[in-house]
């Protein structure tokens, strides 16, 4: 099966400009999750969805960030106005149930640095 | 709150040779489940290994298994006859069900030849 697809691969911007990702999970995986993972850190929720709807958003900068799913399959993370601080590697990842033992399935990343 | 420490942010082995990875966590609840994930330099994060809270019996995935101590709460992963190629960052995660997943601050793993 395609793993979770995610671009770009990296991105540099200047602060106070605005990125956006884009991520495609595994087919038929309901929930769709962003992570953060700063150097040298575990990753950090930031937003979960199951289908097209938000589970939990409760760590996610609202007064900066904002992320959609329309369709209930690909999603983007936008970023508005960026700062030094985040400045991290974006994490995707789908899972085929919010339960128990299903695991995240996770894509590359996306490594952005903010100048 | 669920909180994930691991105590060991780098470890190093001999190829061929043994090493545990430790990992503790913090919980209230009596149903969960625990997860060791690698992070190659690629940084794609790779399941190596889960378990559920209930089962007594210590999973196992080819060279990797774990030590899930419940009383005292702990949940490390040992590597047996290891690899260049298992050289990666390790992370330990917490998940109760329907909530989110928590993961520790990672063990950076070197495999020397």
């Known amino acids: 099966e395609a793993g979770v697809a995610q671009s770009p691969r990296y991105k540099i911007i200047e602060k106070r400009q605005s990125v956006a990702f884009w991520c495609n999970p595994i087919?038929?995986?309901?929930?769709l999750y962003w992570y953060q993972q700063i150097l040298g850190q575990g990753p950090k929720l930031l937003i979960q969805?199951?289908?097209?709807?938000?589970?939990?958003d409760s760590q996610l900068p609202k007064d900066r960030f904002s992320a959609e799913r329309l369709k209930g399959v690909d999603s983007t993370l936008k970023i508005q106005p960026a700062k030094l601080e985040d400045s991290a590697v974006y994490l995707c990842?789908?899972?085929?149930?919010?339960?128990?033992?299903?695991?995240?399935?996770f894509g590359n990343g996306t490594r952005l640095t903010v100048t | 709150a669920q909180t994930v420490t691991q105590s060991q942010p780098e470890m190093s082995v001999q190829e061929a040779e043994t090493v545990t990875l430790s990992c503790t966590y913090d919980?209230?609840?009596?149903?969960?489940?625990l997860f060791w994930y690698k992070q190659p330099p690629s940084r794609q994060m790779i399941l190596v290994i889960r378990?559920?809270?209930?089962?007594?019996q210590n999973a196992t995935e080819n060279r990797f298994s774990v030590n899930f101590q419940k009383a005292a709460k702990s949940f490390s992963l040992k590597i047996s006859d290891s690899q260049l190629g298992d050289a990666a960052m390790y992370f330990c995660?917490?998940?109760?069900?329907?909530?989110?997943?928590?993961f520790g601050t990672g063990t950076s793993l070197t495999v020397i030849p």
């Open positions: 990842a789908s899972s085929q149930r919010p339960q128990g033992s299903s695991p995240l399935h």
């Open positions: 087919s038929g995986h309901a929930t």
């Open positions: 969805f199951q289908n097209n709807g938000v589970v939990d």
């Open positions: 919980t209230s609840e009596s149903d969960y489940y």
């Open positions: 378990q559920e809270a209930y089962k007594q």
């Open positions: 995660a917490y998940r109760v069900t329907g909530n989110q997943f928590y």
